[in-house]
Every structure is written in structure tokens, then in C-alpha cells.
């Protein structure tokens, strides 16, 4: 028969694999679902004016989305050229050195775990613990109130986030079926959450949030008649320095790394780049797509939320919560959910957007963990772990082994975030955006480098500026990762350069190194080389 | 060409699997290259030896070619564009065929005379394959396991017989160099696509049972059957809906398990040393049924990546896997 399909003009014969691809809505739900709405808006009001005064979030929130916009076109051509399952991976053998490769898979998967292991922290951190103090702040509670501040307390975070990390295993290794179900609730939660607050946002006032914070916090205030007022001269005079007024532009620069920080998630469909099988099209749109429209999530949500909070109120409560000022401090930590709760001062609303926050943050949980599973078994079969990471389980059909590890790993990860003050909130991201800029800078030549592999590629047949799109779109990626990396460095409140971020990038760097060194070396004690599996054959 | 265990006195054999190449003119070359590059003792090329598209390059009154590929119009300019764009077709494993407008249009218009453009060219590119295979591995003394797939048709059982570079394999016991056993079955489960060499279980087991009842030695037997044992992760692939559409839920394809029941039954039973499989291009892995390893090499041939897997055999035990994406 005559191919009708697009018009394409070819004949096909009966056989399997002609199928019509997933669509681009997918694709589209994948990569928001891995957007945490709820860590970058909660981030967003509680650090941008104590931390970056004179920071615009509106501002802040589109840097960081063209910044994510520019690397999502790199990857969106890398997973095009190369439409496989694996994520950076998959594209770094193809290009890099294989050590290197391996390194910066190790880096990136290294990365996610860490973000899995916060997402369980902050699930007690911004969700549990603040959804309790909120109810206690509004019901006049002391118990709910203590109940809600021990659960922000480390070990309690700990062994909270363990036990939810532990419950994204067990719901991984009981199979996919009741992983998406369960996804696809709490997605709708999400959402639904996310908009019932925009809405909240849009038609409360100012005037409505001091008004009832006032009364909320009067308790907490004796013989103070404007709690708001106070918390910002109290701040103020403890020597908190508000913004100007104005936008401060090296400030708001810093601050977008926190809101690229949860885009990362929108260009996630390449990690299940062969299963998607929608092409070119599917990934393009669906990742800038999921790009754009959490961009303007986050815009929205970011300056409604500054424009009813007051940008000054929001420095310095976080100010004076964080630093224990004196008759300036509110008995919990400030996050939005605790915010909203006592702007619209319904406990059961309160609870519903609590709930959503929640809601975003484990959508990340399970998420991460599958694809470092899926790294740990890719891993194995390259003879880069052992063989034992590679196993499938007779029973559950999952790779049980694979999924324990990156459980493990995510409370070892979970231990050092809460217990030391080494891994401070972001710095495993500025080494992952370390790794994508270099898969995505290496991109650029892999059109000249890998000529015979690139010509297969629908993109083959495109020039930009007398280009190959591939070299273009890369370059791209590549300014938008290296420009994210720079402000991470620049930022020593989120990653910056110290000897500890520095000692943490390279620690991994290194640890990936020499584990594939180890590998190769045993492996060749064996009588396997690892290299020969990267190495094209030659075909003459 | 065998090493020797020292400890044992096993002789040691390795061999490459790989399958479902699907007329990949670049991974049928890489194939052959991989005796010397691997170090390698035997090569496998399990089923879907053939393509699935014929991709017409029509010429045009003014003396250039148009066709289409990836989805694109292509207007080809000149002998060397044209000649650059064959081997890239061949290359991923489609047959390119240069024809008039009329023979275009008569061609689209029957699907008879499509039937014979692709045997035509099929059994072509296998001749090809062939006399590219003698000359790379004459002096080797060394033969291509070789056997169809669900998707191959059967006429092309007879070019792969009377080829000198194949060792045919299909329905067979044959006896490898190291001296064990390997049974081929080309055959699969039914699929959605009712390709030409599908079955219903019961005539697959049947088959099945028909060929393993030449094995003498299981406990080193190869059992080399195109269609994975059924949920075995080496037979997942994404799930579809009756318009052949991939089903999805929060955003993920969801997979589904397709392999063979009988398939996997026969192995529980028999409990062969290996079983090579293909057939599921993304169910690359290994399973464990039993004392059986089960492998699945997966494929890319599209990307001009031959995906495969060294296997080194000691006597009665698989002692190294190694998936390699070449």
C-alpha cells in the first residue's frame, strides 16, 4: 500500500512496528508532572526578597524560563538525532570520552536522587509541618502548633523523608500500573490546587492579607497592633536590607536559578526519548511547550503572590524567622502554604492547597527514582555496575535491586542535606547543569564529528544560518545551561563556589571516574572491555 | 580460535548476537566487522533480516530525483547526491528504487506490483549481503547464523539456504563450533500487525516442541527463538489501543507485556543454557527463567546502531554478557 500518512510518498509492507505515536499531549503532562510547581513557587516566596532584595520575581521566573527554553531546544535536538531511552547518557557515549560520559551520567543521576531526596524533606518541610502549624496558627492550637514545628525538626524530617522515600520505592517496585494511577491523582490534585490558589491570589487584596494576619498572629503579637508592620521594622532594624524599590538586575539574575531549578523537569521526556517514538514533533513541543507554560505558572503565582503579600513583608518575615529575631519572628517557617492559609483563613482550604503543595513536591519522588533506576540498569548492561543492578525480579517483574539502590542512595543523600551543611540547596543542580552543559556543548560537533549517525537524523536536512540545526540548537542549549551554571556560581545562598561546592561537584565528578576506572578494570579482569561498548564497528 | 578454561578444560566460546537489523545495509557491514573487532568465535543474526519500506526516487523531466525521507521532500541534484542518498536509505534499512513518474504511479496504484518491487529488492539486498558477507569472512571459515522473523517472508528462507555466507538456522538443530546444541524458530506469538510469520500458541508450541525434540543437551543448548518468553521484561514494548495507537497515562507510554507464552513455557520445561531473542526492539536485557539466561540484544538498526551482545559459553554456564551499541 501507498503510505498516506502526511503524504509521504513510500511503500510499506506488512510488518510490526507501525504504530502511530504517542501524542504530544503526553509528552506535554510527562514534563510538566516533573516541574515542581510546588518547590519553585514555595522557593521563590520564601527566599527571593530575604535573600535577593530588589529581585523581581516576574522577572526571575522568565530569565530562568528562556534560560530552560535555550536548553530544551539543545535536547530537544540531541533526543531527535538520537531517540533513544537514557537521558544524557545515552548522548554523552555517543560523543564524549566514555569516562567522561559515564562521569557525567553519574553526576546528573547523582543530582536527581538529591532532588528526590529534598522533595521527601520539604514534602515535611513546606507541606506536613507547615500544614500542621497552620492549622494550629488559625485554631489557636498550641498542640497542633508544636505538632507542626517538631515536624520541621531534622530528625523528624529525616525519618518523615525516609519513610516516604521508602513508600516511592515500594510503590516502583509493585509495578507501573499502580505507579501511574496513583500519578495520575495526584496530578489532578496539583493542578487543581495550583489553580484554586492563582485564583485565591488574583482576587484577594493587600489590605485582606494584613487584615487577617493581623488577627492571626495577635496572639504571637501582645500589645502590637500591626504584627505585619512590625515584622518588617523589627527586620529592618535587626539589619535586613529591603530592595530599593526598584528592580535589582544582578539580583534578579541570581535569583533565577531557583525557578530553573524546577524547569529542569520540562525537558525530562528525554530520559523516555525511545519509548515516545512521537519524533521530532512530539519532543519539540511537548518540552517547550511544558517549558513555556510553567513559565508563566510560575509568573503568575510569583507576582500575584508578591503583589497581596508585599515584597518587603516577604524578606522580612523570612528574615526574622530564619535568624530568630526578636518579637519579629512568627511561630513557623513562612511558606506560601502557611501564607495562603492566613489569607483566606479556611482551615479546610488551607489544608486542600497544603495538600497540592504536597502533592507536587512527591510527584517528583517516584519520578526521579525511576530514572535513576533506569540509569542503574542501563549501567549494568554497559558492565558499568554490577550485574546484579541489571536484574529483573521473576516476581515483580521490576528491577528491585536497581530501585533499593536509589532508595538508599536518596536517605544517604536525605542524611547529608538535613544532618550537614554540606549539600546547601542547590549545588547538586549546578553540577547537573555542569552536565548538561557539557553534553549540550559537545552537541555542537556532533553533527561534523559523527557525520554518518547525524545524516539519519530527521534534523540532517535542516540548516539554520548554513548550519546543522543539531550545532545550533546546542550552542543554544549550551549558553542557556552555561548561563544557569553562572548564576549558581555566582550564588553562594544557593551553590555557589566555596570549597564545599566545589569539593561536592568534584567529589562526584571524581566518584563517577573512578568507579568507571574500577569497573573497567575488573571487567577486564574478566575478559570484557567496557570501551568496546560505546565504540562504533567500522562498516567497511 | 576457542580459549581454554584452565581450571576446567571447558573450552571457551564467544559469541554476537544481535537481530531484527530490518535491511540495515550499515548494521549487516558492522556485523561482519564485528568477528575481528569484537574478538568473537560465532555470529548470530537473529530474525527481521528484512525492511519494512520501499522509498521511490522519482526522476523529474529536468533531470533531477525527488523522493521523500524522514517525513520530508528530498530534491536530489546531481549523480553524487543521488548516489549519497541511496546508501543513506539502504542504510537505515529501507530499499530506495529510482523510477519514472509513470512507474510511480502505476506502482502506488497495485498493490500487487508493490508486493513484487519488495521481494524484488529484498531478495537483492540479501544477494548483496551475502557476497559482501563471503568476502569478509572467507578466510575466517566462519558462517552467519542465520534466521528470518515474524516479519520476514518465506521465499526468502531459499536465498538464505543457497548462500554461502549464511548457515541458515531456521527449524533447525545445528551444532556449533565449541559442539553444543543450538534450535532456531523464527516464528512469533500473533501481533497486531498479522505478519507473515505469526501463529496462534498452540501452533507455536506446537512447532516449538517439534524442533526441541532433536536437542540432546539441554544443559548447553542455545535456544534461539525470535519471539521473547511472554513478560519477561525482554518482551515490553508500548501498549496499544485498536487503531494501533500508544496508550498513555500521566504522560508516560504505558508498556505491556507481548511475548510468547508458549515460548516462555518451553523454556521453564527445558531449561536450555540461553535463550537469544528479539523480536521487542525495546526489551534489550537479560531475564533469568529457571537456570536459562534470557537475552535480548534490542535494536536501533534506524540509527545506522548495531545493538548486540557478546555472550562468552563455558560448558554448561554463560560466564560473561556484554550488550554493546556499536
Known amino acids: 500500500m501507498v503510505d498516506a500518512l502526511g503524504g509521504k510518498k513510500v511503500f510499506l509492507r506488512r510488518s510490526s512496528g507501525l504504530i502511530k505515536s504517542a501524542s504530544t499531549w503526553d509528552v506535554f503532562i510527562f514534563n510538566v508532572g516533573l516541574v515542581s510547581v510546588g518547590i519553585g513557587v514555595a522557593n521563590m516566596i520564601l527566599y527571593s526578597s530575604y535573600i535577593y532584595p530588589g529581585a523581581s520575581i516576574g522577572w526571575s521566573s522568565l530569565i530562568g524560563g528562556l534560560c530552560m527554553l535555550l536548553v530544551g531546544l539543545g535536547m530537544v535536538a540531541w533526543t531527535i538525532t538520537i531517540p533513544r531511552s537514557g537521558g544524557i547518557y545515552v548522548f554523552g557515549t555517543r560523543i564524549l570520552w566514555p569516562p567522561i560520559a559515564f562521569a557525567l551520567s553519574f553526576v546528573e543521576v547523582g543530582a536527581w536522587l538529591y532532588y528526590t531526596s529534598l522533595g521527601s524533606s520539604w514534602i515535611m518541610n513546606i507541606g506536613i509541618g507547615p500544614g500542621l502549624a497552620t492549622l494550629g496558627i488559625l485554631q489557636h492550637s498550641p498542640g497542633l502548633l508544636a505538632a507542626g514545628e517538631t515536624a520541621a525538626k531534622p530528625i523528624w524530617v529525616f525519618l518523615g523523608g525516609t519513610a516516604f522515600l521508602c513508600l516511592s520505592g515500594w510503590l516502583i517496585i509493585s509495578g507501573m500500573r499502580k505507579y501511574f494511577l496513583s500519578q495520575k491523582i495526584i496530578f489532578s490534585i496539583a493542578v487543581l490546587g495550583s489553580v484554586v490558589l492563582a485564583i485565591l491570589l488574583l482576587f484577594y487584596r493587600q489590605s485582606d492579607f494584613i487584615q487577617n494576619f493581623n488577627s492571626v498572629m495577635a496572639p504571637y503579637f501582645p500589645g502590637v497592633t500591626n504584627a505585619y508592620q512590625n515584622i518588617i521594622d523589627t527586620a529592618k532594624n535587626a539589619g535586613w536590607v529591603a530592595g530599593s524599590g526598584g528592580v535589582d538586575w544582578w539580583q534578579t539574575f541570581l535569583f533565577a536559578s531557583w525557578p530553573f531549578m524546577a524547569y529542569i523537569g520540562a525537558a525530562f521526556s528525554i530520559s523516555i526519548g525511545g519509548e515516545i517514538r512521537s519524533g521530532g514533533r512530539g519532543q519539540f513541543i511537548g518540552i517547550i511547550a511544558a517549558i513555556i507554560v510553567s513559565t508563566l505558572a510560575f509568573i503568575i503565582m510569583g507576582v500575584l503572590s508578591v503583589r497581596v503579600f508585599g515584597s518587603d513583608f516577604l524578606g522580612a518575615v523570612s528574615y526574622n524567622f530564619f535568624n530568630g529575631v526578636q518579637g519579629g519572628a512568627i511561630p513557623s517557617a513562612p511558606w506560601i502554604t502557611l501564607l495562603i492559609a492566613i489569607l483566606v483563613r479556611n482551615p479546610w482550604l488551607a489544608l486542600f492547597i497544603n495538600l497540592s503543595f504536597i502533592a507536587w513536591i512527591w510527584l517528583w519522588i517516584p519520578g526521579m527514582q525511576i530514572y535513576a533506576d533506569r540509569a542503574f540498569v542501563a549501567w549494568s548492561f554497559d558492565r558499568l555496575a554490577p550485574d546484579r543492578l541489571g536484574k529483573v525480579s521473576e516476581r515483580t517483574h521490576t528491577p528491585i535491586n536497581a530501585i533499593v539502590l536509589a532508595v538508599i542512595g536518596t536517605i544517604i543523600l536525605l542524611a547529608l542535606y538535613v544532618f550537614t551543611p554540606y549539600f546547601t540547596t542547590v549545588i547538586m543542580i549546578e553540577a547537573a547543569a555542569f552536565s548538561w552543559f557539557v553534553v549540550l556543548f559537545a552537541g555542537i560537533f556532533f553533527p561534523y564529528r559523527k557525520k554518518s549517525l547525524y545524516e539519519k537524523s530527521p534534523l540532517a536536512h535542516t540548516r539554520v544560518l548554513g548550519l546543522p540545526a543539531q550545532s545550533v540548537a546546542c550552542f543554544l542549549g549550551a549558553i542557556g545551561a552555561g548561563i544557569a551554571f553562572i548564576f549558581m556560581w555566582s550564588d553562594n545562598f544557593a551553590a555557589g563556589h566555596s570549597k564545599y561546592s566545589l569539593a561536592v561537584m568534584g567529589g562526584f565528578i571524581l566518584t563517577g571516574l573512578i568507579i568507571y576506572a574500577i569497573m573497567y578494570f575488573y571487567r577486564k579482569s574478566k575478559g570484557i572491555n567496557v570501551n568496546e561498548c560505546f565504540k562504533e564497528i567500522p562498516c567497511e | ?326
Open chain 2, 1 to 326: 580460535m576457542f580459549g581454554k578454561d584452565k581450571s576446567s578444560g571447558k573450552k571457551r566460546m564467544r559469541i554476537f548476537a544481535v537481530t531484527d537489523i530490518h535491511g540495515s545495509d550499515v548494521c549487516f557491514r558492522k556485523l561482519c566487522n564485528s568477528l575481528d573487532f569484537y574478538k568473537v568465535d560465532e555470529l548470530i543474526l537473529g530474525g527481521d533480516v528484512t525492511g519494512k519500506m520501499v522509498v521511490p526516487i522519482v526522476t523529474r523531466q529536468d533531470g533531477k530525483w525527488e523522493s521523500t525521507f524522514t517525513g520530508k521532500q528530498v530534491l536530489l541534484e546531481g549523480e553524487e547526491e543521488r548516489k549519497r542518498f541511496i546508501k543513506l536509505v539502504k542504510d537505515m534499512g529501507f530499499y530506495p528504487k529510482v523510477m519514472s513518474q509513470d512507474e510511480f504511479t502505476t506502482i502506488a496504484a497495485s498493490p500487487e506490483e508493490q508486493t513484487k518491487v519488495f521481494r524484488q529488492l529484498i531478495s537483492e539486498r540479501l544477494y548483496e549481503w551475502a557476497d559482501y558477507a563471503s568476502n569478509k569472512l572467507k578466510d575466517r571459515g566462519v558462517k552467519i547464523y542465520c534466521a528470518p522473523g515474524n516479519d520476514d517472508e518465506t521465499f526468502i528462507d531459499e536465498i538464505l539456504e543457497q548462500s554461502g555466507a549464511f548457515e541458515m538456522a531456521e527449524g533447525k538443530r545445528l551444532v556449533l563450533a565449541d559442539g553444543r546444541e543450538m534450535i532456531t524458530c523464527a516464528w512469533s506469538n500473533p501481533t497486531p500487525w498479522q505478519t507473515p510469520r505469526e501463529c496462534s500458541e498452540e501452533e507455536l508450541e506446537s512447532r516449538l516442541t517439534s524442533i526441541v525434540a532433536q536437542v540432546q543437551d539441554f544443559s548447553t543448548a542455545i535456544f534461539n527463538l525470535h519471539a521473547p518468553p511472554y513478560n519477561s521484561k525482554l518482551d515490553e514494548c508500548p501498549a496499544l489501543d485498536k487503531d494501533l495507537k500508544v496508550i498513555s497515562q500521566a504522560g508516560q507510554p504505558v508498556f505491556a507485556p507481548v511475548g510468547s507464552t508458549s515460548v516462555r513455557r518451553l523454556i521453564e520445561n527445558y531449561q536450555p543454557l540461553l535463550g537469544l531473542h528479539g523480536h521487542i526492539h525495546e526489551g534489550k536485557g537479560t531475564y533469568t527463567l529457571g537456570r536459562t539466561l534470557c537475552v535480548n540484544p534490542g535494536s536501533c538498526y534506524t540509527e545506522g546502531v548495531l545493538q548486540g551482545c557478546i555472550l562468552t559459553l563455558e560448558g554448561t554456564k554463560v560466564t560473561n554478557v556484554q550488550f554493546t551499541s556499536g
